[in-house]
C-alpha cells in the first residue's frame, strides 16, 4: 500500500498493492498497523455506510461538528467520482481550501478524510458504489452542509449542468455560515 501526502494535514490518499490474475484481483484494503506506522494516525472506525448513485449526482458537502465529528476512510467500489473535501480547520495552514481527486472502481484509490473536513463526491459514472467507513456514528443534530457552489470555496467540478441533489444538499450553507457554527 502507498500512503502519499495530499499537501492537508492528515489527508491522506492510499493505493494499494493489487494482485491480479485470470480470475480477478484481490487487494488489502485496510491494514490498521500499515496505516498507523505510515500516518501516525491511530484509526478505528465503528461504523460503514455504503450509497449506489446515478451519473451527475452530487453528495455534499456534508461534515459532523463538535463531539460527533467523524473522520472518514472513503473508496469506490464500482464506476467513478471526483471526491473532494474543504478543510475548515481554522488552525491549518489549507483552511477554507479544497482537495480534490478522481476515485474509481478502477483505480481502488482510497481518500482518509480527518475530522473537521466537509466532504462530497460528484458522480461521473452511472451505478456508482461507494463506500465509506466512519470512526463516529452518525448524529444528524451535529450534521451541517456547506455549499458545494460555495462562491468563497470555488469548486472547481467538471460540470454543474442537470446536477441532481438532495433537498438538504440544495439547501447547503454559506461558508460564513457554517464557520459561525462551528466556532461560534
Known amino acids: 500500500m502507498q500512503f502519499i501526502e495530499t499537501g492537508f494535514k492528515d489527508l491522506w490518499l492510499?493505493?494499494?498493492?493489487i494482485f491480479q490474475d485470470g480470475r480477478g484481483y484481490f487487494f488489502e484494503a485496510f491494514n490498521a498497523r500499515d496505516f498507523k506506522k505510515a500516518t501516525g494516525i491511530d484509526a478505528v472506525f465503528v461504523q460503514q455506510n455504503q450509497s449506489k448513485s446515478t451519473g451527475n449526482v452530487?453528495?455534499?458537502?456534508?461534515?459532523?461538528t463538535g463531539d460527533a465529528a467523524q473522520a472518514k476512510l472513503v473508496h469506490i467500489l464500482q464506476g467513478k467520482v471526483l471526491d473532494v473535501v474543504v478543510d475548515l480547520r481554522q488552525n491549518e495552514s489549507t483552511f477554507?481550501?479544497?482537495y480534490s481527486i478522481e476515485l474509481s472502481g478502477e483505480n481502488q484509490r482510497q481518500l482518509y478524510v480527518p475530522r473537521g473536513m466537509a466532504h462530497?463526491?460528484?458522480?461521473?459514472?452511472?451505478?456508482?458504489?461507494?463506500?465509506?467507513?466512519?470512526?463516529?456514528y452518525y448524529n444528524p443534530k451535529a450534521e451541517l452542509t456547506l455549499r458545494y457552489d460555495d462562491p468563497e470555496?470555488?469548486?472547481?467540478?467538471?460540470?454543474?449542468?442537470?446536477?441532481?441533489?438532495?433537498?438538504?444538499?440544495?439547501?447547503g450553507l454559506d461558508l460564513d455560515k457554517v464557520l459561525k457554527?462551528?466556532?461560534g
Not at 492510499?14 to 498493492?17: F, K, T
Not at 470555496?153 to 441533489?165: A, F, G
Request: aromatic fraction near 12%.
Open 14 to 17: 492510499i493505493e494499494p498493492d
Open 58 to 64: 452530487l453528495r455534499g458537502m456534508h461534515l459532523q
Open 96 to 98: 477554507k481550501s479544497y
Open 120 to 136: 462530497g463526491f460528484l458522480v461521473l459514472e452511472e451505478d456508482t458504489l461507494f463506500t465509506y467507513s466512519c470512526d463516529n
Open 153 to 171: 470555496i470555488l469548486i472547481d467540478w467538471p460540470t454543474q449542468n442537470d446536477l441532481k441533489l438532495s433537498v438538504k444538499d440544495q439547501a
Open 181 to 183: 457554527k462551528m466556532y
